[in-house]
């Protein structure tokens, strides 16, 4: 396994983020811990996971099973470098993200946070979270509230750093400036959407990120399959009359159809698999720490194992970026 610095911190992490957004769900527990296991045997020492995520009837379940296999011992937590995140609401009869939902038990309040962390704690049989990322912006709670918080947290040892999720580059900005004027280290890690296929990120998000010295954590790496083999999965579904996955409504639109037949051509030619193509193209770009992967199977993490040690060269590369263009750098691309 190959490892960096996460961001601007001390912190050694590997270049592939075992995320568990899958644990507990579509992948049973058994299985997930398994797959665990295979990744800390790997050297894959980043978990990200969140207090979310679970099924509707139990949430905050990934966290549970991700709990439990830290309890089974041989040194596991030590050998884990923990994310979680906090926003959704986690009360019994809320609900989740924007929609409307019982007041105080979602976002970033400070109260908020002081609660969801002592839950996470528990859910997760730890006494401390390494990174607790925010996982989208809250417009209603200035930042000088969520860093208090944050140092309070830090100050008794249950949180070591903070990171985001779906920050936009100027709310980047906003967040480490005000952590600066109270002497506070800030985010050190963004998650983002960031692929082959969706390069916005790299107008503003990457770039406040790389400025400000925040491991940009790709999350999404396949475009919800696309990029992992879509249109040679959907003519073995065919085939086999099975079901197609989440890709096939992309594969709908006469233009990504095009440019994924493109892609899967290219990669065609020089015999490499178009998943794990598409995790190297990630760890080839600028200021990315490592890209997300939530493996539902054994199978699936064993490819995405096989990315990190993949070489692309210049010219797959630029055929790469011809398929899938970049908006190239801010402001050059949408002025003079």
Known sequence: MRYTQLGRTGLKVSRIVLGTMNFGGQTDEAASHTIMDTALDAGVNFFDTADI???????????????????RGGGRRDKVVLATKVYGNMSEDGKAWNEES????????????RRA???????????HIDVYQFHHIDRHTPFEEIWQAVDVLVRQGKILHAGSSNF??????????SAANRGSMGLVSEQCLYNLAERRAELDVIPAAREYGLGVIPWSPLHQGLLGGALRKEREAV???????????GLADPVVR????????LLGKHGLEPGEVALAWLLTRPGVTGPIVGPRTQEQFASALRAVELELDEELLAGLDEIFPGPGPAPEAFAW
Request: proline share 3%; hydrophobic share 40%; charged share 30%.
């Open 53 to 71: 995520y679970g099924v509707a009837e139990e949430k905050g379940l990934t966290e549970k099973v991700i709990g439990r296999w830290f309890a």
């Open 102 to 113: 019982w007041p105080n038990h979602d976002r970033l309040s400070a109260l908020n946070i």
């Open 117 to 127: 962390v002592e839950a996470s704690l528990r859910r997760l049989g730890t006494d």
């Open 168 to 177: 936009p580059g100027y709310k980047i900005a906003q967040a480490n400036e």
């Open 239 to 249: 085939g086999a009359r099975t079901k197609v996955g989440r890709s096939a409504a």
């Open 258 to 265: 095009a440019r994924v037949q493109a892609y899967e051509d």
